[in-house]
């Protein structure tokens, strides 16, 4: 601190290395349900679960031992910690992370009289769950409870839906919201975890049947920049997104469409943001080495067109 209490930053020419390290054991397995059940030309379901748990080591490195953080006093007397350099990891993990995935798969049989042609496999769902527990925090150890599920509906409609709960209640005194060392879990009120984020997505498209044309890069390298060239970070953003879109085009299929909806929805405590937006991709062959592709987009909380390009 200088004499107008401003802290004063300077910078030391030398050699400093900031060795960091982590390590980590985990393990998994792998077992099957087999269910004789049979709806029409669909037989039988097979339920995979994949469970797996884990261990995860990493020291506090802006402790004193490391030597990576010094320290200031402010006007009031205060000691400041600060790292000596960018990138110095705080907070020891001892964390247990632990997950289950589970897939629901049935077969479809074909219309073949010789029942010699093989039946054919169908996911019908996929349901995750994850979360960690970390021993060296001082409270709020449970890290947030992460559930996710896929589905193809008819094969025709991708189904995605994630949600994030929160094992902890939240203290609204003072018009704020802060987590607070205080289970949610209540299983009279069947009060399990709280529910702090939830999105949902489908998507679904048709396109036409093949033609004669081949599937074929872009050659032009205006169209198509290197992500990893220094140029590129200068270029239009909007050009990439055009670039990306295009950069590699299927020509043998005349047109496609496809519409996705996504709705999310965000709680802190107190209060709840939404969004709901709808997009429309479009791309058809004006002439067998012209395509033309355009996505668009209506967002229904901000009653607006999206970014069209």
């Known amino acids: 601190?200088?004499?107008?209490?401003?802290?004063?930053?300077?910078?030391?020419?030398?050699?400093?290395?900031?060795?960091?390290?982590?390590?980590?054991?985990?393990?998994?397995?792998?077992?099957?349900?087999?269910?004789?059940?049979?709806?029409?030309?669909?037989?039988?379901?097979?339920?995979?679960?994949?469970?797996?748990?884990?261990?995860?080591?990493?020291?506090?490195?802006?402790?004193?031992?490391?030597?990576?953080?010094?320290?200031?006093?402010?006007?009031?007397?205060?000691?400041?910690?600060?790292?000596?350099?960018?990138?110095?990891?705080?907070?020891?993990?001892?964390?247990?992370?632990?997950?289950?995935?589970?897939?629901?798969?049935?077969?479809?049989?074909?219309?073949?009289?010789?029942?010699?042609?093989?039946?054919?496999?169908?996911?019908?769902l996929n349901l995750d769950l994850n979360s960690r527990y970390n021993f060296a925090a001082d409270s709020l150890n449970m890290g947030d409870i992460t559930l996710s599920a896929r589905t193809n509906i008819l094969g025709k409609l991708n189904l995605n839906v994630r949600s994030t709960f929160s094992p902890y209640n939240v203290d609204t005194t003072g018009g704020t919201a802060s987590i607070i060392d205080d289970y949610v879990f209540n299983l009279k009120g069947f009060d399990f975890a709280r529910l702090t984020q939830f999105s949902v997505s489908a998507r679904t498209s048709v396109r036409s049947g093949r033609s004669t044309g081949r599937q074929r890069p872009v050659e032009n390298p205006r169209a198509t920049p290197d992500p990893f060239s220094p140029a590129s970070s200068s270029l239009d953003p909007r050009l990439n997104q055009i670039a990306g879109s295009t950069a590699y085009s299927d020509f043998s299929i005349p047109w496609s469409l496809t519409a996705d909806f996504t709705y999310g929805l965000t709680r802190n405590g107190i209060t709840s943001t939404t969004r709901a937006i709808v997009n429309t991709t479009v791309d058809f062959n004006l002439t067998p080495n012209w395509k033309i592709s355009a996505r668009t987009g209506y967002d229904f909380e901000q009653g607006e067109l999206v970014t069209t390009n």
């Open 1 to 124: 601190m200088d004499s107008t209490n401003s802290v004063i930053i300077s910078s030391d020419k030398g050699f400093f290395a900031l060795r960091q390290f982590s390590s980590g054991v985990s393990a998994n397995t792998t077992f099957y349900g087999i269910f004789p059940l049979r709806i029409g030309r669909y037989s039988g379901l097979r339920h995979t679960v994949r469970p797996s748990v884990g261990f995860s080591y990493q020291p506090d490195f802006s402790s004193d031992f490391w030597g990576y953080t010094r320290t200031y006093a402010d006007t009031s007397g205060t000691e400041i910690l600060y790292s000596v350099v960018n990138g110095v990891r705080s907070g020891a993990q001892r964390a247990l992370t632990y997950s289950i995935s589970n897939t629901f798969e049935t077969k479809r049989t074909t219309d073949d009289s010789t029942r010699t042609a093989p039946a054919r496999a169908i996911k019908i």
